[in-house]
C-alpha cells in the first residue's frame, strides 16, 4: 500500500512565478491536508479537504494561496506570485476519516521543499 | 487560544536508558491525541495515536493520557542512538463551529547518545 506522494519534492522558483504542488493520498484516504513548516519551526495547518471540497481554509492565507482536490487526480495547493517568505516544507497528510473521529489518524507525504530565489 | 505544550529541549538521555516526553494542552474537549517523530528534513512519521486515558503500548513505545489533567506523554524505552529525532506532540481540537483541527506542539529534540 503506497504511502501519501508529493511532487516534486524540491521547486525553485523565482520571485512572481507560480508554484504547484501535488498530493496523492494513501489509497482509501478521502481526508487530505496541507501544512506549511518553516526552517526550525512547527507545522502549521493551512487547508483541509475532501473530494472536490474545501473543509477548512482557516490557516491559508487569503491572498496567493489556493488549493482544491478535485474528483480525479491528486490535491493541488497553488502559491500565485511567490515571494521569499513562502520558502518552507509543504507537507501533505491523509487520513481514512475526518478529524474528531476514530479513524483520523493523518500520516505525511515526504514534503517539497519549495526555494523562492 | 488553543495550544499544545512541549518542551523544545534537547533532551539528552544515555543508550538503553528509558526516554520522557511530555506535552500539555489547552482544550479540554480534545479526543484524538498523536504523537511523531520527524528526523531532520524529513516529514513527520505517526507512531502512536491514543484516544483513552491511560496507558497503550506498541513495541518500546508507550503513550500516556490523562485528560483530566490535559497532559499526553510518550515513553521511549531502551532509547537508541537512532531515537535521536524530534518529538511532535499533536492534538485534536475542536472550535467554534464544530469543526475539527490537529494542533502540533513545536517539539521535542531527543538525543540519545552511546
Request: a positive charge; one cysteine or more; proline letters at 6%.
Amino acid at each position: 500500500n503506497a504511502g501519501v506522494m508529493q511532487n516534486p519534492r524540491h521547486l525553485v522558483r523565482r520571485r512572481g512565478q507560480e508554484a504547484r504542488l501535488r498530493c496523492s493520498p494513501m489509497k482509501g484516504h478521502s481526508h487530505v491536508y496541507w501544512y506549511r513548516q518553516l526552517p526550525e519551526e512547527g507545522l502549521k495547518f493551512m487547508v483541509y479537504l475532501q473530494k472536490e471540497n474545501i473543509i477548512d481554509e482557516s490557516g491559508m492565507p487569503k491572498e496567493r494561496f489556493s488549493a482544491e482536490f478535485p474528483k480525479e487526480g491528486p490535491s493541488i495547493l497553488r502559491i500565485q506570485q511567490v515571494v521569499r517568505g513562502d520558502s518552507a516544507a509543504y507537507f501533505c497528510a491523509s487520513s481514512p476519516g475526518p478529524p474528531g473521529t476514530s479513524r483520523d489518524e493523518q500520516y505525511f507525504g515526504p514534503g517539497t521543499r519549495l526555494t523562492v530565489t | 487560544q488553543k495550544e499544545v505544550e512541549q518542551n523544545s529541549g534537547p533532551l539528552s538521555v544515555p543508550e538503553g536508558a528509558i526516554a520522557s516526553l511530555n506535552c500539555t494542552y489547552s482544550d479540554r474537549v480534545s479526543q484524538s491525541f498523536f504523537w511523531y517523530r520527524q528526523y531532520s528534513g524529513k516529514s513527520p512519521e505517526l507512531i502512536m495515536s491514543i484516544y483513552s486515558n491511560g496507558d497503550k503500548e506498541d513495541g518500546r513505545f508507550t503513550a500516556q493520557l490523562n485528560k483530566a489533567s490535559q497532559y499526553v506523554s510518550l515513553l521511549i524505552r531502551d532509547s537508541q542512538p537512532s531515537d535521536s529525532a524530534t518529538y511532535l506532540c499533536a492534538v485534536n481540537q475542536v472550535f467554534s463551529g464544530g469543526y475539527n483541527k490537529l494542533i502540533f506542539g513545536a517539539g521535542t529534540r531527543l538525543a540519545v547518545h552511546p
